[in-house]
T-cell receptor, first 115, second 111 residues
């Protein structure tokens, strides 16, 4: 089946620093990737839709200047959390939409802890 | 605005029991519904996908049904095993292909 990877799997950083998370589709091309956030004991909440070669579309309430998304190729999207604060600590999951099947495949997630 | 609700929030059963997880959604205009499994601290594994025109899907001990008109889906797990312990998430896909997730049901199967 289609595989989506995320790097890093976990990261701990100091408040005020920026953190970049990568999402890669390993064996298929994805013009569209999604970024989700999941707080403990809660469900996944869609943050933004990342489209290759164009600007990301952000969900209501998500600050685009804080969560920078770059979808530079058909297999890679990055999420940069700028000036991270403890309230940004969460589990970030990406998914990639396979062009051929229109099915969404999920990455393993990245645990971000901001001290 | 689409809302997805899952009941119960948590469930603990002895090994071997058959069980049903429930999912309801407020807007019946969906393209498909999926059931996922999430292990602690991990990503999502897709279990079953039901297109809006379908009524059910089966995979091994899992059976998912969809009643779009009433906004309900159930996930039936037969002969539960300790390895089935995980959080089960229901998600519906609507306009633009966006997935709207429920809160999940945390299942614990005791040996």
């Amino acid at each position: 089946g289609a595989v989506v990877s995320q790097h890093p799997s976990w990261v701990i950083c100091k408040s005020g620093t920026s953190v970049k998370i990568e999402c890669r589709s390993l064996d298929f091309q994805a013009t569209t990737m999604f970024w989700y956030r999941q707080f403990p004991k809660q469900s996944l909440m869609l943050m933004a839709t990342s489209n290759e070669g164009s600007k990301a579309t952000y969900e209501q309430g998500v600050e685009k200047d804080k969560f920078l998304i770059n979808h530079a190729s058909l297999t890679l999207s990055t999420l940069t959390v700028t000036s991270a604060h403890p309230e940004d600590s969460s589990f970030y999951i990406c998914s990639a939409l396979a062009q051929t099947s229109a099915q969404e495949f999920f990455g393993p997630g990245t645990r971000l802890t901001v001290l | 605005k689409q809302e997805v609700t899952q009941i119960p929030a948590a469930l603990s059963v002895p090994e071997g029991e058959n069980l049903v997880l429930n999912c309801s959604f407020t807007d019946s205009a969906i393209y498909n519904l999926q059931w996922f499994r999430q292990d602690p601290g991990k990503g999502l594994t897709s279990l079953l996908l039901i297109q809006s025109s379908q009524r059910e899907q089966t995979s091994g001990r899992l059976n998912a049904s969809l009643d779009k008109s009433s906004g309900r889906s159930t996930l039936y797990i037969a002969a539960s095993q300790p390895g089935d312990s995980a959080t089960y998430l229901c998600a519906v896909s609507g306009q633009g292909g966006k997935l709207i997730f429920g809160q999940g049901t945390e299942l614990s199967v005791k040996p």
